[in-house]
């Protein structure tokens, strides 16, 4: 009895340390800390065979840092999307920027998994510390006047001369007066019937006389 009790310590001695290391190997977590100008809500959306979050969506108030838990059981890497709506006026408004979370599982010598976070903005490729939700205006359709002063345009006046219609009598090439040289080739020829008149009056009054 005494030997089999010594021969399980002794098993049980040899089997701690593996033990040990299979329970330390079992779970690595990571925390993804979030702000939100303005405070607002976060979605943390996994990708297939991604581990999925303590906590889907986090309430994040106005200067304080909400944070994303995420339970790692097996190395890999595993990537998830986030996004946020800010808090205005009782209602929401989704944030134009989105982020790629990216977290690489990987497993020390004694079997124990550690994560390594990257963060990237869809807005540009660098690696960011924290999800930070900015708040910007929004976007609005009213005109802004131009600094460039503008020229005034003259309008045309429209061409209202009408074209000069042909007259009902057609021309020649002569445009003198014909009729004041009708008129006194009348009066010549008058005046010539009236001394041709008086000639021969004047000659039958001698012929008489004679």
Not at 16 to 26: Q, V, W
Request: charged fraction near 20%; aromatic fraction near 8%.
């Amino acid at each position: 009895m005494r030997k089999v009790l010594l021969l399980s310590l002794s098993l049980l001695l040899l089997l701690f340390p593996f033990t040990g290391i299979a329970l330390a190997a079992e779970e690595a977590s990571a925390v993804i800390p979030v702000v939100i100008d303005g405070g607002g809500t976060a979605t943390m959306i996994p990708e297939v065979n991604s581990p999925l979050p303590t906590q889907g969506t986090i309430q994040v108030d106005n200067g304080r840092t909400g944070r994303f838990y995420i339970n790692f059981t097996e190395p890999g890497r595993y990537h998830y999307t986030i996004s946020a709506a800010f808090s205005e006026d009782g209602q929401p408004r989704p944030a134009d920027e989105t982020f790629r979370l990216t977290v690489d599982v990987y497993a020390r010598e004694d079997g124990s998994l550690y994560t390594v976070s990257t963060i990237n903005s869809n807005r540009t490729a660098e690696k960011e510390d924290q999800v930070r939700f900015d708040k910007t205006p929004e976007p609005t359709t009213t005109t802004q006047p131009s600094d460039t002063p503008t020229t005034p345009t003259t309008p045309t006046t429209p061409n209202t001369t009408e074209p000069k219609k042909p007259s009902g009598t057609p021309r020649t090439g002569d445009e003198s007066h014909l009729t004041q040289y009708i008129l006194i080739a009348i009066a010549s020829s008058f005046g010539l019937f009236c001394l041709a008149l008086l000639y021969t009056l004047n000659t039958n009054r001698l012929i008489r006389k004679e």
